[in-house]
Nanobody, 124 residues
Framework: QVQLVESGGGLVQVGGSLRLSCIASGLTFNSVAMGWFRQRPGREREFVAAISRTGATTNYADSVKDRFTISRDNDANTVYLEMNNLKPEDTAIYYC?????????????????WGQGTQVTVSS
């Protein structure tokens, strides 16, 4: 069974940093793009970042560009999201996702599978 398990969320202060991890199992990890979405309170899920199967290509939402970095370790079946200079508006549940062939379009429909999510709270 395909499974995505996120971890690394928590409570941080404005300007702090956090690194999220997602361990994938039950799929050929190095054959798929991966990404992160988030859901802020009262809002729809929104695209955060995505990375190609080799890691050569990345895509970021404008709201996190230059603050967040997505990376992957295919030997460990793991994708990461490094979050720096965190802001209160970054408070959300963050979801790890598996991309389809159209992953770069960055729409929810372009991703097949969603993890359970991990909570990030930025205090102000």
């Amino acid at each position: 069974q395909v499974q995505l398990v996120e971890s690394g969320g928590g409570l941080v202060q404005v300007g702090g940093s956090l690194r999220l991890s997602c361990i994938a199992s039950g799929l050929t990890f190095n054959s798929v793009a991966m990404g992160w979405f988030r859901q802020r309170p009262g809002r729809e899920r929104e695209f955060v970042a995505a990375i190609s199967r080799t890691g050569a290509t990345t895509n970021y939402a404008d709201s996190v560009k230059d603050r967040f970095t997505i990376s992957r370790d295919n030997d460990a079946n793991t994708v990461y999201l490094e979050m720096n200079n965190l802001k209160p508006e970054d408070t959300a549940i963050y979801y790890c996702v598996v991309g389809t062939i159209n992953w770069y379009l960055a729409r929810p429909v372009d991703f097949d599978l969603w993890g359970q999510g991990t909570q990030v709270t930025v205090s102000s």
